[in-house]
């Protein structure tokens, strides 16, 4: 988890191998890991070979999972049999298209400081609600650490968008983990410079996850107000005087600017995790077909959209938040509309809905999900909408919630091919 299943080296084609699941082909970049020949043993995750293993390691896991590996599988396909809503034509596009793989993230939230003010989200700057909270390296370390510990091979660097975080710094958490664990990293630290996000890749970061959030370029100016004025005028209280200039975009472009960062990290070679808010005032279904059209555009790895959430101490508190019903209607039609696609269960929709929701997410087409790992002192601290999903269970009582729930539906861990 990602409690992965490993696989072997079945051929190399450039940066791309075909990696085998008891028969099964996947295909993963091999960016990450040197020297590989056919044959070998390895973890994938996210589309990237993250490390080799020895045989006796390989045995010892294939064993655990051999003997349900083929059940999940048929019960996968039983349960994708014979579409007759658009809930089950969509899960059966995606079991056909992506069999029963289900990746499961891990997700560390290191700071809620924020710059922005976005009036949706409840750390922006002008929750003086809020105790702030910021992780030093050697804390977010010892968060990996244990995350390793439990079993998972790819994890989310997430923050507010916290000029603290220099890009040195930002460099060296990236740098310090790859030298402690073959992890895939997934940074999502907002609108920062495409330099900024550069030299995380460089030092071994492979995926972002930053949203769009809307499309519709109206929608977005009322929900995302000016940064670069709120700058100007010195309205960052929250931020404790740290210089906002660094490593940060001028943000007086707003929509534009957000989709050419994307474009940009896509470009300079992330696998790009994207997409929107369902449920935002003024928000029309068109807008919401358009949105999905966009995250598709944007080539995206991985389809991130999940509900509003109102929170009590943002301008949208007294909006409501979208029904199941269109949440699951909208993970269905992005599912018809790319079946190649990762489509994640958010957890806004956990939240929302608990794991029921999330398994009713999962049977509409959805394939992925994240856990948090944020140490538990932080965890409901990073107040982006209330009491959210999963901030008081002990991490490991939420992996094996989260196994039982995946077996239930027969799901395995295997690795998601890359669109290579």
């Known amino acids: 988890m990602c409690y992965a299943i490993p696989g072997k ?48 390691e390989a045995k010892e896991t294939l064993k655990i999972w051999e003997d349900i590996f083929f059940k999940l599988k048929e019960q996968d396909k039983k349960l994708a ?8 034509r969509a899960n059966a596009i995606r079991q056909k298209h992506q069999d029963n793989s289900c990746c499961v993230h891990g997700i560390i939230e290191f700071s809620n400081y924020c710059a922005e003010d976005c009036h949706y989200c409840g750390i922006r700057k002008s929750n003086k609600e809020l105790t702030r909270y910021r992780m030093d390296i050697p804390e977010i370390l010892n968060a990996v650490d244990e995350a390793v510990a439990l079993g998972f091979q790819a994890l989310v660097l997430q923050s507010g968008e ?12 990236v740098r310090d983990i790859r030298a402690r664990h073959p992890v895939l990293i997934f940074v999502s630290v907002g609108e920062r410079s495409a330099d900024t996000y550069k030299r995380m890749y460089d030092e071994g970061a492979r995926g972002a996850l930053l949203r769009f959030e809307t499309s519709n370029p109206d929608i977005y100016a009322k929900i995302k107000p000016d940064l670069r004025h709120s700058r100007e005028n010195g309205n960052l209280e929250c931020m404790n005087e740290v210089p906002t200039s660094v490593g940060m975009t001028d943000g007086d472009d707003g929509l534009s600017a957000r989709l050419k960062l994307i474009n940009d990290l896509r470009e300079m070679g992330y696998l790009i ?6 449920g935002l005032p003024d928000q029309k279904h068109e807008d919401i077909m358009q949105d999905i059209k966009m995250t598709s555009k944007l080539g995206a790895e991985m389809f991130s959209f999940g509900p ?38 958010t957890t806004a929709l956990e939240t929302l809905w608990g794991l029921d929701g999330a398994k009713q997410g999962l049977m509409a087409g959805a394939n992925s999900l994240m856990i948090n790992v944020t140490p ?20 490991q009582e939420h992996v094996n919630k989260v196994i039982e ?13 890359v669109n290579a």
């Open 9 to 56: 080296i079945a051929a190399i084609e450039g940066r791309v191998a075909t990696v085998d699941y008891f028969g099964e082909k996947r295909k993963a970049y091999v960016d990450l890991v040197e020297d590989l020949v056919i044959g070998e043993n390895v973890y994938a995750q996210g589309g990237f070979v993250i490390r080799k293993i020895s045989d006796e």
């Open 81 to 88: 049999n014979d579409p007759k809503t658009l809930y089950d």
């Open 162 to 173: 916290d000029p603290f975080y220099t890009d040195d710094k930002l460099a060296q958490i």
């Open 273 to 278: 995790v994207t997409g929107f808010l369902i």
């Open 308 to 345: 509003f959430v109102p929170h009590p101490q943002t301008p949208l508190a007294s909006e409501k938040a979208p029904s199941l019903k269109k949440t699951l209607d909208i993970i269905a039609n992005a599912r018809v509309m790319n079946p190649e696609a990762k489509i994640l269960v």
């Open 376 to 395: 538990m002192k932080y965890r409901r601290l990073y107040d982006i909408y209330p009491n959210r999903f999963g901030t008081d269970l002990d991490t």
């Open 405 to 417: 729930l995946l077996r239930s539906i027969g799901r395995a861990p295997t690795d998601l091919s």
